[in-house]
């Protein structure tokens, strides 16, 4: 039995490594929100970046929970930065996708660290989308990660909220992926 289920290790793994080399390679596959989750997700406010009144919470919304931002009247900025650490991969490609509604302005950001954890700044595509809706709509983005400092090791999400008003975020889902025939970058 045990030579049994290693070869079928050995053939799923060959088969995903021949698969990625045709298809590109999927690094982290969906590293979802956990809004869900019992005890609420693995995010939390910058308050250093935030407007001084915004929130984050965890609501109740369509059968689930969501996150709410809310950024006061007369006051700009919400942060609200993932948990998780993602591991930096110079020559791949982030994508990120979230539903939203609500009203408001949305971007996607990212905090990168070097591998000591030293935060070396943060960076984003200058994408943004108008939140206008009390329907879900879906939003997505991707960045190059070679458009951040070599030093970068790991990276965190960030959700961001850039003006007044109530935006709620529901299955914000990110990965990696390293396209088909890119070389590594060399540092």
Not at 153 to 163: D, G, N, P, T, Y
Not at 173 to 182: D, I, M, Q
């Amino acid at each position: 039995m045990k030579i049994v289920s290693f070869i079928v290790l050995f053939l799923t793994v060959f088969n995903a490594l021949y698969a990625s080399e045709q298809e590109g390679i999927r690094l982290h596959v969906e590293v979802d929100s956990g809004f869900n989750k019992e005890y609420g997700a693995a995010w939390w406010l910058n308050k250093r970046v935030s407007a001084k009144d915004a929130k984050a919470t965890i609501v109740k919304e369509d059968n689930g929970k969501c996150l709410k931002i809310e950024v006061p009247e007369e006051q700009k900025n919400a942060s609200v930065v993932s948990e998780t650490k993602i591991l930096f991969i110079a020559d791949g490609i982030m994508e990120m996708n979230v539903k939203l509604k609500g009203k408001g302005l949305f971007a996607f950001n990212f905090y990168c660290y070097d591998s000591n954890g030293k935060y070396l700044g943060s960076y984003g595509t200058n994408k943004t989308s108008t939140v206008d809706s009390s329907d879900w709509q879906k939003f997505t983005d991707s960045i190059a990660m070679s458009r951040f400092p070599k030093e970068t090791r790991m990276v965190r999400a960030v959700l961001c909220s850039i003006s007044s008003g109530a935006i709620y975020i529901d299955d914000a889902v990110y990965s990696v992926t390293r396209p088909r025939g890119v070389a590594k970058r060399s540092d």
